[in-house]
């Protein structure tokens, strides 16, 4: 291959595949979304047309996180691996990572948790289960895109430690123990830097601390400087067609600032995987058919082991003769998954009413079912929700109706928390995230008993959003990560902040006991007994709660060990755990151990262990000051957007409106999720994401900055590419 075609191999050659060069023995790569479950577009080159191939809907992460079951995710992924064999796609555009910073950020229900070793270890699970099919995974948005406010434009400033310790934690776990395929660096910057020409991120810490051997990509339209990011080591500019960049760099290696080397680099790693993946696409001796049939099964399955019974006073399970009234929208229309990259085409969907048996009349029933919970609008990928509170009509109706019937019971649909000012009303609450296609067949089977609820909350559920740590601070340009490392049950637990439904809770219809955990070596045991009358899972997790450590601030607690036993009545088990160094380890420059006795701590119970720890001076981290400017007119780069541009000249300001009517024509309400994602990526986004996006060509964007500028005479020059 010429350098030129290594060149461009570093580029896409459409939405979502990469350039083949038969001759040279490189294949491409045909990518599809992820995470949870197959997105296949029709067309190569359409970014989100609302309908792609059918797929089976898998609950999404922040239900399977709840499942604390890395077997189960191997399960999922294994199935989605199936499909996209199905459907010749070579690489799955999943598991996202990121750590919930805070409970607003509109894309929380694709992520597994406010833990990043439990999201870590979710992860690993997943890309195991899908690589073992030999399709390959991309694990993403490296790093720190905890917001979508601005995605493509803020700035998460954050100190080394907690950078360490909460947000790089969960990459780190999975890419060591599951080897994804890729990475997919983030839109944002981290410190001033964008991710995607982060150097430190992507080659020092990614390859060399970690041993990364696959390609990175930058989120769709995520490159801000082509020469910078392929010399930080973003090897692939995603989706590709446009030419982004090509001549900077060509230019770059003609002037010598940017080596072949370089370049060659990139393109052999981005061969090297499309030559691993190639397929050896067996041909499906069936229709497939069983192959979906079987998903859906894993996918009822996944929902099922995820749902978390938040409150029971008894009222469930229910007799299999009640009369029970199916009320609220979401009993025919339950929210399943979420709005933007990863809305999946269900293959073959069941709603609560398709299965459950019920009527619509609250007096003459023995319990009422709501089905209630967050509407799709209300979080998706591209915007962050405004609040924590669920739509003041849902909240009517469960009040109305518990006043009328005190058999009441909520089923909940939402991929992030909500306040629940009404839950002292009713008698259950049953959470079932956002559960995929077979949501309605798990509902059924959780509310008569045929299934033990199991699911434990992976994230805390605060009493109000104003008791979040990072409440005050989320949701602007720079993002400033005050709170540090006490982020989720870090924060609550170490501060005594009240909850109403800490991190790891969830009920069963049976109860355990736990003995005292035993620490021998690495090994930590602990005893755990089935003492009630229905058999069930039981999550084991266990926290190590360290020494107080001088100047240095440590949480209270932190998961370093889960697994899951089924016990039947009456059975005791035993679960066990192992203490690595990290198990106790802080962020010094590198990993230390501080000296002292550590509590091992399981289902309440506690043993200890000491440490001798590791010499070291404490270091005091800071987090850096904010860098970007106030756009001024005059001074616009194509790092603005053409909103932010076009109170500043006319013509801007009729493109923005042109291009708003003829989004709104495509998809319809301008308060859909589909219109504010395509706002977001196209009109609010940095005008050099449109260029790569092919949204507007290169002259144009650069004419309507000019415009912006001020300067027609320069705008006419750049229009006619003068
Ligand atoms: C999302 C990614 C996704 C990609 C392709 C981006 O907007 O952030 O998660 O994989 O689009 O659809």
Same mark, same amino acid.
């Given at each position: 291959?010429?350098?030129?075609?290594?060149?461009?191999?570093?580029?896409?050659?459409?939405?979502?595949?990469?350039?083949?060069?038969?001759?040279?023995?490189?294949?491409?790569?045909?990518?599809?979304?992820?995470?949870?479950?197959?997105?296949?577009?029709?067309?190569?080159?359409?970014?989100?047309?609302?309908?792609?191939?059918?797929?089976?809907?898998?609950? $999404?992460?922040?239900?399977?996180?709840?499942?604390?079951?890395?077997?189960?995710?191997?399960?999922?992924?294994?199935?989605?691996?199936?499909?996209?064999?199905?459907?010749?796609?070579?690489?799955?555009?999943?598991?996202?990572?990121?750590?919930?910073?805070?409970?607003?950020?509109?894309?929380?229900?694709?992520?597994?948790?406010?833990?990043?070793?439990?999201? +870590?270890? #979710?992860?690993?699970?997943?890309?195991?289960?899908?690589?073992?099919?030999?399709?390959?995974?991309?694990?993403?948005?490296?790093?720190? *895109?905890?917001?979508? /406010?601005?995605?493509?434009?803020?700035?998460?400033? #954050?100190?080394?430690?907690?950078?360490?310790?909460?947000?790089?934690?969960?990459?780190?776990?999975?890419?060591?123990?599951?080897?994804?395929?890729?990475?997919?660096?983030?839109?944002?910057?981290?410190?001033?830097?964008?991710?995607?020409?982060?150097?430190?991120?992507?080659?020092?810490?990614?390859?060399?601390?970690? +041993?990364?051997?696959?390609?990175?990509?930058?989120?769709?339209?995520?490159?801000?400087?082509?020469?910078? @990011?392929?010399?930080?080591?973003?090897?692939?500019?995603?989706?590709?067609?446009?030419?982004?960049?090509?001549?900077?760099?060509?230019?770059?290696?003609?002037?010598?600032?940017?080596?072949?080397?370089?370049?060659?680099?990139?393109?052999?790693?981005?061969?090297?995987?499309?030559?691993?993946?190639?397929?050896?696409?067996?041909?499906?001796?069936?229709?497939?058919?069983?192959?979906?049939?079987?998903?859906?099964?894993?996918?009822?399955?996944?929902?099922?082991?995820?749902?978390?019974?938040?409150?029971?006073?008894?009222?469930?399970?229910?007799?299999?003769?009640?009369?029970?009234?199916?009320?609220?929208?979401?009993?025919?229309?339950?929210?399943?998954?979420?709005?933007?990259?990863?809305?999946?085409?269900?293959?073959?969907?069941?709603?609560?009413?398709?299965?459950?048996?019920?009527?619509?009349?609250?007096?003459?029933?023995?319990?009422?079912?709501?089905?209630?919970?967050?509407?799709?609008?209300?979080?998706?990928?591209? /915007?962050?929700?405004?609040?924590?509170?669920?739509?003041?009509?849902?909240?009517?109706?469960?009040?109305?109706?518990?006043?009328?019937?005190?058999?009441?019971?909520?089923?909940?649909?939402?991929? @992030?928390?909500?306040?629940?000012?009404?839950?002292?009303?009713?008698?259950?609450? #049953?959470?079932?995230?956002?559960?995929?296609?077979?949501?309605?067949?798990?509902?059924?089977?959780?509310?008569?008993?045929?299934?033990?609820?199991?699911?434990?909350?992976?994230?805390?559920?605060?009493? *109000?959003?104003?008791?979040?740590?990072?409440?005050?601070?989320?949701? @602007?340009?720079?993002?400033?990560?005050?709170?540090?490392?006490?982020?989720?049950?870090?924060? /609550?637990?170490?501060?005594?902040?009240?909850?109403?439904?800490?991190?790891?809770?969830?009920?069963?219809?049976? $109860?355990?006991? /736990?003995?005292?955990?035993?620490?021998? +070596?690495?090994?930590?045991?602990?005893?755990?007994?089935? $003492?009630?009358?229905?058999?069930?899972?039981?999550?084991?997790?266990?926290?190590?709660?360290?020494?107080?450590?001088?100047?240095?601030?440590?949480?209270?607690?932190?998961?370093?060990?889960?697994?899951?036993?089924?016990?039947?009545?009456?059975?005791?088990?035993?679960?066990?755990?192992?203490?690595?160094?990290?198990?106790?380890?802080?962020?010094?420059?590198?990993?230390?151990?501080?000296?002292?006795?550590?509590?091992?701590?399981?289902?309440?119970?506690?043993?200890?262990?000491?440490?001798?720890?590791?010499?070291?001076?404490?270091?005091?981290?800071?987090?850096?000051?904010?860098?970007?400017?106030?756009?001024?007119?005059?001074?616009?780069?194509?790092?603005?957007?053409?909103?932010?541009?076009?109170?500043?000249?006319?013509?801007?300001?009729?493109?923005?409106?042109?291009?708003?009517?003829?989004?709104?024509?495509?998809?319809?309400?301008?308060?859909?999720?589909?219109?504010? #994602?395509?706002?977001?990526?196209?009109?609010?986004?940095?005008?050099?994401?449109?260029?790569?996006?092919?949204?507007?060509?290169?002259?144009?964007?650069?004419?309507?900055?000019?415009?912006?500028?001020?300067?027609?005479?320069?705008?006419?020059?750049?229009?006619?590419?003068?």
């Amino acid at each position: 291959m010429t350098l030129r075609d290594k060149i461009k191999l570093t580029e896409g050659k459409n939405c979502w595949e990469t350039r083949e060069y038969p001759d040279d023995g490189v294949p491409k790569i045909f990518m599809c979304d992820g995470p949870h479950g197959l997105r296949k577009q029709d067309f190569t080159n359409q970014l989100f047309s609302s309908e792609s191939v059918k797929a089976t809907c898998f609950p $999404t992460a922040v239900t399977t996180a709840s499942s604390f079951d890395v077997n189960l995710l191997e399960e999922i992924g294994d199935a989605i691996a199936k499909e996209a064999i199905d459907q010749k796609s070579q690489m799955v555009l999943g598991p996202g990572v990121n750590i919930k910073r805070n409970p607003l950020c509109g894309r929380n229900f694709e992520y597994f948790s406010e833990d990043p070793y439990l999201a +870590g270890k #979710l992860a690993a699970g997943l890309i195991k289960g899908i690589q073992k099919n030999n399709i390959g995974a991309c694990i993403k948005h490296f790093a720190c *895109n905890n917001q979508e /406010y601005k995605r493509m434009a803020s700035d998460s400033l #954050l100190d080394e430690r907690t950078l360490r310790e909460i947000y790089l934690t969960a990459f780190e776990i999975a890419i060591k123990e599951s080897k994804p395929k890729a990475v997919m660096s983030s839109y944002n910057k981290i410190n001033g830097d964008y991710s995607s020409e982060n150097k430190k991120l992507l080659t020092d810490i990614l390859r060399d601390e970690w +041993g990364f051997e696959g390609f990175v990509m930058s989120d769709w339209s995520a490159i801000n400087d082509r020469v910078k @990011s392929i010399q930080a080591g973003c090897d692939l500019l995603m989706p590709g067609g446009t030419g982004y960049g090509e001549k900077e760099v060509i230019n770059a290696v003609k002037r010598g600032e940017l080596s072949k080397n370089d370049i060659r680099r990139s393109a052999a790693r981005i061969a090297k995987v499309a030559r691993d993946l190639e397929v050896k696409f067996t041909p499906v001796e069936s229709d497939g058919i069983e192959d979906y049939i079987h998903s859906h099964d894993v996918a009822r399955k996944a929902a099922e082991q995820s749902a978390v019974l938040l409150k029971n006073d008894g009222i469930l399970p229910l007799k299999a003769n009640v009369k029970i009234a199916l009320l609220g929208e979401m009993a025919d229309n339950m929210r399943y998954q979420g709005s933007g990259s990863s809305r999946i085409n269900p293959m073959h969907l069941v709603n609560p009413v398709d299965v459950l048996d019920g009527c619509k009349d609250i007096e003459a029933a023995d319990v009422c079912v709501i089905f209630a919970g967050l509407p799709d609008a209300y979080e998706a990928e591209s /915007y962050d929700r405004a609040d924590m509170k669920m739509p003041q009509s849902h909240i009517d109706l469960i009040n109305e109706t518990a006043a009328k019937n005190p058999n009441t019971v909520v089923v909940l649909f939402a991929g @992030s928390p909500v306040e629940m000012p009404w839950i002292d009303n009713v008698k259950a609450v #049953l959470y079932m995230g956002l559960p995929g296609e077979a949501g309605g067949e798990a509902v059924k089977n959780l509310l008569y008993g045929y299934v033990n609820p199991c699911g434990k909350l992976a994230e805390t559920w605060t009493y *109000n959003y104003s008791d979040v740590p990072s409440a005050e601070s989320f949701g @602007s340009r720079d993002a400033v990560y005050s709170e540090g490392i006490f982020v989720g049950y870090r924060y /609550y637990s170490s501060k005594n902040v009240a909850v109403r439904f800490p991190f790891g809770y969830g009920l069963s219809y049976t $109860t355990f006991e /736990y003995d005292k955990p035993v620490v021998s +070596g690495d090994k930590v045991t602990v005893k755990v007994k089935n $003492t009630g009358s229905v058999s069930g899972y039981e999550t084991v997790m266990m926290f190590v709660e360290p020494p107080e450590s001088g100047e240095i601030e440590r949480p209270v607690r932190e998961l370093k060990g889960f697994t899951k036993i089924y016990l039947k009545p009456g059975e005791t088990k035993t679960a066990e755990f192992t203490l690595t160094d990290r198990s106790f380890a802080i962020w010094q420059d590198g990993w230390v151990i501080p000296k002292g006795t550590y509590n091992i701590e399981v289902g309440g119970k506690k043993a200890f262990i000491f440490k001798q720890g590791d010499e070291f001076t404490p270091i005091k981290y800071e987090i850096p000051k904010p860098s970007m400017r106030l756009a001024v007119k005059g001074e616009y780069t194509l790092n603005d957007s053409v909103m932010d541009l076009m109170h500043e000249s006319k013509i801007v300001e009729a493109f923005v409106k042109k291009r708003e009517k003829e989004m709104a024509e495509k998809y319809g309400n301008t308060t859909s999720p589909e219109y504010m #994602l395509m706002h977001e990526s196209v009109l609010s986004a940095p005008m050099r994401a449109m260029i790569m996006a092919g949204q507007v060509k290169e002259k144009v964007a650069n004419a309507l900055l000019e415009c912006a500028n001020g300067k027609m005479t320069e705008a006419f020059f750049k229009y006619l590419e003068l």
